[in-house]
């Protein structure tokens, strides 16, 4: 085989999935930066669409449902991941020892997260149901009133928040376990001999050595968070009123019910400079921490 | 508590083990308790557990998939059967172009060392934040106006969200499969170009069969976000290309909801990616705490 030929056989193998990407990811971002500076509707070819400049960036920032919307979102975001991560955490401590059933239990925690979005949110509606709800039922059986889940602007926030809890607890768990489970025993042994006791062991040890993974899960959580929408959109729809409007949602709804889609993808575009400064914040991190972790590596191999 | 005494199993951690299980699968018990119970189960205040388990509401769903036709439906609503058949041809389709472009390019980057490892997890990283709303207004736009042919336009063909589906999954892919790629000897490669094989056959005959675990990996990923996704499906397939995420959304928007139908079709939905989790845990497990743990 020449070698004129070997190398065009990286090129040949790439092709396919790079004109792939470039077709369909890299140029529908760029088409909607485009659109973001466009007065544009749906019936319209982006071509006979007028151009507006900033416009749509800045209206949005007088718009009292976008400034609603954006609240609920941060609400929401900062709620169920810090909940989970206390939770995810916290389960895997306690359950950090070699129990029978542990393999049983990570096979049934990754279920929630497989399954659709549409499919969590169908069954949480339908647990929520005002009356063939098993939580009204149980209230009620044991002599409580019931409690308007998704019909009051306080409840329904919380109660997509559970859902979520639900959902993605057991994606914490399973990162921290895995952690936990690769920290060096000997740091464990040495503490334990020292007579540290079990929480000096978590809050001094434990915690620390598992910090950088830690740092990662909760951003790649947090990332996540916000791009929540089918789980809320079925159980609430945003409602009651703009409570649980969250922005992935609203973007959907201002493109197609509201039929403006320059505005819609001037949010877009701020809710995708927003992760990227989250994404930014984590690639920072990691490399620093791999700095400072080759460091020390590099500092105990000459001392 | 310190861990000495803890080793042996304490009763009280079996329990707490029982009630998370529960916690974590009570719900989707729940639903697939209810798609087996008539409306007058559902209804009833009396009944939570105790009713008598009926196909029934499966039989309204697949009505027009069955060789025989259920004798409690005076119409057959070809609807769910319809978006069924849809919804696994976009899965299995964009999940074979996913895996048969991803591995390749994975290859190329491990073996020509083309791009940096650091590129490409950057890129994947990248891919994960877009979410998909942020896709919806310039997809639409280009499958509506752009990707014609005298008039005949993406929009609401398979192959316009298939389009999408694969360019939405390829980064994961092609970084998962590189993990794999990487741990075969590349001693074997080198014997198979001994032997005359052009680089394609010693990737399709030697490296492909070798990486069988990944593939799996792989597969189980792609297919899930192409069979779960619901709002590019919504905004770009119409009455007939449908799949079933749409439809349960737009039969909970109709007046009057029937509980054991809707719940039928949400565990129909459900099933694949049931049956991969308890099938392959242990590869899905890896596939997403790979993302965190390795950075």
Redesign the interface.
């Known amino acids: 085989?020449s070698t004129q030929a070997?190398s065009f056989?990286?090129?040949l193998?790439?092709a396919?999935?790079?004109a792939?990407?470039v077709?369909?990811?890299l140029?529908?971002?760029a088409?909607?930066i485009y659109?973001s500076f466009l007065d544009w509707n749906?019936s319209q070819?982006?071509g006979q669409a007028t151009f507006v400049g900033l416009r749509n960036y800045t209206s949005l920032w007088s718009d009292a449902n976008f400034r609603e919307s954006f609240g609920v979102t941060l609400k929401f975001a900062s709620l169920v991941v810090s909940i989970e991560m206390i939770l995810g955490v916290g389960?895997a401590m306690?359950?950090d020892?070699?129990?029978?059933?542990m393999?049983?239990?990570?096979?049934?925690?990754?279920?929630?997260?497989?399954?659709?979005?549409?499919?969590v949110g169908?069954?949480?509606?339908?647990?929520y149901h005002p009356?063939?709800g098993?939580f009204n039922?149980t209230l009620n059986s044991l002599g409580f009133e019931s409690v308007p889940w998704l019909s009051d602007s306080f409840w329904s926030l919380t109660s997509i928040i559970i859902a979520d809890i639900?959902q993605w607890t057991?994606?914490i768990f399973?990162?921290s376990l895995?952690?936990l489970q690769?920290l060096p025993r000997s740091a464990?042994e040495a503490a334990?001999i020292d007579g540290a006791?079990?929480w000096q062991?978590i809050v001094y040890i434990k915690l620390p050595l598992m910090m950088p993974?830690l740092i990662?899960?909760l951003l790649?959580r947090l990332?996540d968070a916000?791009?929540v929408?089918?789980v809320v959109?079925?159980m609430t729809n945003g409602g009651p009123g703009l409570s649980t409007e969250i922005?992935?949602?609203r973007?959907?709804r201002t493109?197609?019910e509201f039929r403006e889609?320059g505005v819609?993808?001037a949010m877009?575009n701020y809710?995708?400079i927003l992760?990227?400064i989250?994404?930014a914040i984590?690639?920072t991190y990691?490399r620093l921490s791999?700095a400072r972790a080759a460091r020390l590596r590099q500092m105990s191999e000459e001392g | 508590?310190?861990?000495?005494i803890?080793?042996r199993?304490s009763p009280a951690?079996?329990v707490?083990?029982v009630i998370?299980?529960i916690?974590?699968?009570g719900?989707?018990m729940?639903?697939i308790a209810?798609s087996l119970k008539l409306d007058v189960d559902?209804?009833s205040?009396t009944s939570?557990l105790l009713f008598l388990p009926t196909l029934q509401n499966y039989e309204t769903v697949l009505c027009n998939a069955l060789w025989y036709e259920p004798a409690h439906l005076d119409y057959c609503d070809p609807t769910f059967g319809r978006a069924l058949k849809s919804s696994l041809i976009i899965a299995l389709v964009s999940t074979i172009i996913t895996l048969?472009?991803?591995t390749?390019?994975a290859?190329?980057?491990v073996?020509?060392r083309?791009m940096g490892r650091g590129v490409i997890s950057?890129t994947t990283?990248?891919?994960?934040?877009?979410?998909?709303?942020?896709?919806?207004?310039?997809?639409?736009?280009?499958l509506?106006?752009d990707f014609c042919i005298n008039d005949n336009c993406l929009a609401g063909t398979y192959s316009g969200i298939v389009?999408?589906y694969?360019?939405?999954n390829?980064?994961f892919v092609?970084w998962i499969l590189q993990s794999f790629i990487v741990q075969v000897p590349i001693q074997l490669e080198e014997a198979a170009?001994m032997d005359g094989a052009?680089?394609f056959q010693v990737?399709y005959l030697v490296v492909l069969p070798l990486i069988k675990p990944g593939l799996a990996a792989a597969s189980i990923f792609t297919f899930?976000i192409a069979?779960?996704e619901?709002?590019l499906a919504n905004?770009l397939l119409d009455r007939n290309t449908r799949t079933v995420?749409v439809t349960?959304?737009n039969s909970?928007t109709g007046y009057d909801t029937d509980?054991g139908v809707?719940?039928a079709t949400?565990t129909l939905?459900?099933i694949p990616?049931?049956i991969?989790?308890?099938v392959a845990?242990k590869q899905?497990?890896t596939g997403?705490?790979a993302?965190?743990?390795k950075?």
């Open positions: 085989m070997r056989t990286p090129y193998f790439m396919p999935a790079a792939v990407l077709v369909a990811l140029y529908p971002i088409y909607m659109a749906p070819r982006i389960l306690l359950l020892r070699s129990i029978r059933g393999t049983v239990l990570r096979t049934i925690f990754i279920l929630p997260m497989m399954i659709a979005p549409i499919v169908l069954i949480w509606r339908y647990m009356t063939v098993i039922r639900w057991p994606f399973i990162l895995a952690a690769s464990l334990r006791s079990g062991q993974v990662v899960t790649l990332i916000f791009k929408l089918e959109l079925v922005l992935s949602l973007i959907a493109a197609s889609l819609a993808a877009s809710l995708l992760l990227m989250l994404t984590m690639f990691t791999e | 508590m310190s861990g000495v803890n080793q199993q951690f079996g707490l083990m998370l299980i916690m974590a699968i719900p989707i729940m639903m209810t559902i209804m205040s939570g048969m472009l991803g390749m390019a290859y190329a980057l073996r020509f083309f950057m990283l990248l891919m994960r934040m877009v979410p998909p709303a942020v896709l919806l207004v310039p997809v639409f736009g280009i509506t106006f389009l999408i694969v360019a939405m390829l980064p092609i170009r052009n680089p990737f899930r069979w779960n619901y709002l905004a995420p349960i959304v909970l509980w809707i719940m949400g939905l459900a990616p049931i991969f989790t308890f845990s899905i497990i997403m705490t993302g965190a743990v950075g």
